[in-house]
């Protein structure tokens, strides 16, 4: 009798177990903690701890004494809480689907909300306080390293509520961080893509993780294929994803509302103390240079003999046969090579850093997606990276969050820990700074045409996702919270529209835009912390600026910078950068950035 044999079924390449990945290529937490016993010990006498509110409760308008206590007892209990959250996230976010660790960031969120509870009366009490009576206090010296966070909190006056009200909010920290947590477990854990073969014809998982690769492949049909089946399972998704968006802006407008703000804009823009103004203009600058965006894709169209330019398209670099592999090492070289204008004890402690274990380095199965730097008071500036050396972006993006590693290196080690924590707002001028320090050492060793064409090519990317994609985005949330706050509901339907409008205008008339692409409106991490992305335009631009006042000028530029770096948030953002060199209440930062677009789009257009 005659057997068929079985055809056999092609192999996937998979992500790996977290277990398997080797040791050297993870991050060494011990300088938080060195296990998760010595964490539960920390976490249970943080606990009791915050039973040591209530002595203070009734009191703090007695002496300056008794408010300097409270306040040193609270920094002191914010500071080991910030420990104990920093190690309990970044152990979750090795493994997502890991319920060990999935209970310990809950228990370390319920207890983090009960601190919050029972301080919640400090600020209804210090705003209870008669204002001769304060200015009294604040000239001692028992107050003198909490004057200037005393200043700030006043300023909450008019959307401070009274003690009962204050608890309530607290009650709710929980709670508020739902939606957000539903779209991680959503996007990061749950979602699943299967798999597709890539250029060299063979079996990938599709991810989060590795549709960036995908993306950036050189044949078509790969970036079509990916770009289909990857929002495929967003559309099969959409309702529970426009839910969880919906959830999302009607939290931000609820607390904005709550606390008297004139919208859910204005109360995210006020604890920076940035006027509106700085927002709207942006949009405003990058809605009049979209002229140059549209030729960049009619460069795009042209060059790469397309029928159509799609999005899939927009990502793999127009010289494609140029493309490199940079594996972490030479990654990481290249990246202290050109930051060599920042002088030799930056790039001692980074690469100290990088070659060590500050970082996370490659994807495995249940990791979150993307790359963040997390950096605390206490322990290293730990970066996780979702690595793919033959992805040059993946250089910048390292680039990029080391940067914000040593903005947070050199904050904790120059300033106390009540003023060591810099805002987002200046956060993102330091990563990108970086990000053009190593686009020009790299532009300036181009040996021929085609290779400063790539770099270029990628440098016009980079201004283009940073600076005009991130306004899109900030524009999409800008509209969508207005829409709430008008009364409307966010549905599938109205989400996807205006998503649709931003698109045909970012893009421009000659654009296919697929009508996946509106789907992205829900898939993007940002939209569920509103508000943040707007910072991305904003520091590239006065990174552009400060890169060109310290390669051009001398010591002195550089030490401004450097003092920029360790100012934390001891300035408001907008005069750290003032002092460093770049007025961001201005638009000329801004129209220079998109100036500098249109010109790099011109020279890449002589070259090829």
């Not at 909010?169 to 779209?183: C, W």
């Not at 030729?295 to 330019?309: F, H, V």
């Amino acid at each position: 009798m005659s057997t068929v044999k079985a055809k056999a079924r092609p192999k996937v390449k998979k992500l790996p177990p977290r277990s398997a990945v080797k040791i050297a290529d993870t991050w060494d937490l011990a300088s938080l903690f060195p296990n998760d016993a010595a964490w539960e010990k920390a976490f249970a006498a943080w606990e009791k701890q915050i039973a040591g509110y209530e002595k203070f409760r009734g009191h703090l308008g007695d002496d300056a004494q008794r408010l300097a206590a409270c306040l040193k007892l609270d920094a002191e209990l914010e500071r080991a809480g910030e420990r104990l959250g920093t190690y309990a996230h970044l152990k979750m976010t090795e493994d997502q689907a890991n319920s060990n660790y999935q209970r310990m960031m809950g228990r370390y969120r319920s207890v983090a909300s009960k601190a919050g509870q029972a301080a919640s009366y400090i600020r209804p009490e210090l705003m209870a306080i008669d204002s001769k009576k304060m200015q009294h206090c604040l000239a001692s010296k028992e107050l003198a390293a909490y004057r200037l966070m005393l200043e700030r909190i006043l300023r909450y006056r008019p959307h401070t509520l009274g003690d009962k009200e204050e608890h309530l909010l607290a009650m709710q920290a929980e709670m508020s961080e739902a939606s957000n947590q539903i779209f991680r477990q959503l996007n990061d854990a749950d979602l699943r893509w299967g798999a597709i073969k890539d250029q060299k014809g063979e079996l990938v998982e599709l991810s989060t993780a590795t549709y960036s690769t995908f993306m950036h492949s050189s044949k078509r049909a790969v970036r079509k294929q990916a770009f289909h089946e990857f929002y495929g399972q967003y559309k099969g998704h959409e309702n529970t994803l426009a839910a969880t968006l919906a959830a999302s802006v009607q939290r931000d407008v609820y607390y904005a509302q709550a606390r008297r703000h004139s919208s859910a804009l204005e109360a995210a823009l006020f604890h920076d103390n940035v006027p509106l103004s700085v927002y709207h203009n942006l949009i405003d600058s990058v809605h009049a240079n979209l002229p140059a965006v549209y030729r960049y894709y009619d460069l795009r169209w042209r060059k790469m003999k397309l029928d159509q330019i799609h999005h899939y398209d927009t990502y793999v670099p127009i010289l494609s046969e140029l493309e490199c592999c940079h594996t972490w090492p030479q990654a990481t070289k290249l990246i202290l090579a050109a930051l060599e204008p920042l002088g030799s004890e930056y790039r001692r402690v980074l690469e100290k850093g990088l070659n060590g274990r500050w970082c996370d380095r490659y994807p495995n199965q249940g990791k979150q997606s993307g790359a963040f730097s997390s950096g605390s008071f206490d322990g290293d500036p730990y970066i996780l990276m979702n690595y793919q050396p033959q992805v040059l972006d993946h250089v910048f993006t390292l680039a990029h969050e080391a940067g914000h590693s040593m903005h947070s290196y050199y904050s904790a080690r120059s300033q106390p820990f009540q003023y060591y924590n810099y805002t987002i707002f200046v956060a993102e001028v330091a990563s990108t700074f970086n990000e053009q320090l190593l686009s020009r050492h790299m532009l300036a060793r181009a040996k021929t045409d085609k290779e400063r064409a790539y770099l270029i090519n990628r440098e016009i990317d980079g201004i283009r996702g940073t600076i005009i994609r991130q306004t899109m985005f900030a524009e999409f949330e800008r509209t969508i919270h207005a829409l709430v706050e008008s009364g409307e509901p966010l549905t599938v339907d109205r989400a996807k529209a205006e998503y649709r409008k931003l698109l045909e205008q970012y893009f421009g008339p000659a654009f296919a835009i697929d009508d996946e692409l509106s789907l992205e409106c829900f898939r993007i991490p940002h939209f569920y912390r509103a508000f943040y992305v707007y910072k991305y335009a904003t520091g590239l631009s006065a990174a552009i600026a400060l890169a060109d006042r310290v390669t051009g000028g001398g010591r002195r530029e550089l030490e401004d910078y450097l003092r920029f770096l360790k100012g934390g948030c001891s300035k408001w953002p907008l005069d750290l950068l003032r002092d460093a060199g770049v007025d961001m209440q201005k638009p000329n930062a801004v129209n220079a950035a998109l100036k500098r677009f249109g010109e790099l789009v011109a020279e890449l257009d002589e070259l090829l």
